[in-house]
């Protein structure tokens, strides 16, 4: 069964025991949401560092499905097929 990728930056993959990518399978109808749900269970802190406590998404973390970023289509609810990859960026503020 063909699985989706969930691509995660350097500074994320401690909080994924040091992996760069994590693989949920593909069952159905998948969403980001699902996505994300699907690796909350293994990686709570993880899970609380991409959403927030009413399950969005927090502001300085974008995720990408096929190069989109997921707010400019269906958000949370965006579709993901199988063998797609989802990358997740983290905003680093500075000054």
């Known amino acids: 069964m063909p699985d989706i990728r969930l691509v995660l930056p350097s500074i994320l993959q401690p909080l994924a025991g040091g992996q760069s990518i994590l693989t949920a399978p593909a069952e159905g109808s998948m969403t980001v949401r699902k996505l994300l749900d699907s690796v909350a269970g293994d990686y709570p802190v993880l899970a609380r560092r991409l959403r927030d406590e ?42």
């Open 54 to 95: 009413t399950g969005a998404l927090r502001r300085y973390v974008n995720v990408y499905v096929n190069g989109d970023e997921v707010r400019r289509l269906q958000g949370l609810e965006t579709e993901v097929a199988d063998g797609q990859e989802v990358l997740i960026i983290q905003s680093v503020a500075g000054g």
